[in-house]
T-cell receptor, first 117, second 115 residues
Framework: EPEVTQTPSHQVTQMGQEVILRCVPI?????FYWYRQILGQKVEFLVS????????KSEIFDDQFSVERPDGSNFTLKIRSTKLEDSAMYFC???????????????FGNGTRLTVT | AQSVAQPEDQVNVAEGNPLTVKCTYS??????LFWYVQYPNRGLQFLLK??????LVKGSYGFEAEFNKSQTSFHLKKPSALVSDSALYFC?????????????FGTGTRLTVIP
């Protein structure tokens, strides 16, 4: 069964540094998402991406965050200047597009654990 | 605004006993409701969903959930718990009226099945 893959599994960075988290969504999916989870707690929506642009974003997704689909397979989340409170597990997810119905579930990757020191 | 409540942070149940993980929701329009499970150091795995139709939906690993519109609930159930069911469970909702395509998650319930 196709999977969403995320790299790296663990990223350690110093406060103020830029990080890029990488994701390869399922190949025929059209909607892409980033969520984060702090300390195994609530899963928080960050951003959704469709047709090469952001379709929705949360209050968490401020100017320090950006997303990009640089080629036909990768979907990246960049944090420009990391803060201690950015330490979390970041999950990428994808789902099929409109033709596969609006109610299709999201498929999640195993996450990247970001530790900001 | 959409919201999801999982009133229990922790649920303990003996192996072989029935289990229930509670979820209530609030949306503007009709809800699409989902349950996901998370095992340690893993992503969220889809269990089941309610979109329309029969209020009782069946999903993976013997789980089922009942949609109750009057109580705005979508409780997850299983007739006989297994130790391997021990994990973190998340309820999620998509509000069809707002047109938002993202899922809004509850705070999660940690299920522990005791041998």
């Amino acid at each position: 069964e196709p999977e969403v893959t995320q790299t790296p599994s663990h990223q350690v960075t110093q406060m103020g540094q830029e990080v890029i988290l990488r994701c390869v969504p399922i190949s025929n999916h059209l909607y892409f998402y980033w969520y984060r989870q702090i300390l195994g707690q609530k899963v928080e929506f960050l951003v959704s991406f469709y047709n090469n642009e952001i379709s929705e974003k949360s209050e968490i997704f401020d100017d320090q965050f950006s997303v990009e689909r640089p080629d036909g397979s990768n979907f990246t989340l960049k944090i420009r200047s990391t803060k201690l409170e950015d330490s979390a597990m970041y999950f990428c997810a994808s789902r099929p597009g409109q033709g596969f119905s609006y109610n299709s579930p999201l498929h999640f990757g195993n996450g990247t654990r970001l530790t900001v020191t | 605004a959409q919201s999801v409540a999982q009133p229990e942070d922790q649920v303990n149940v003996a192996e072989g006993n029935p289990l229930t993980v509670k979820c209530t929701y609030s949306v503007s329009g009709n809800p699409y409701l989902f349950w996901y499970v998370q095992y340690p150091n893993r992503g969220l795995q889809f269990l089941l969903k309610y979109i329309t139709g029969d209020n009782l939906v069946k999903g993976s690993y013997g789980f089922e959930a009942e949609f109750n519109k009057s109580q705005t609930s979508f409780h997850l159930k299983k007739p006989s718990a297994l130790v391997s069911d021990s994990a973190l469970y998340f309820c999620a909702v998509r509000d069809t009226q707002t047109g938002a395509n993202n899922l809004f998650f509850g705070t999660g319930t940690r299920l522990t099945v005791i041998p």
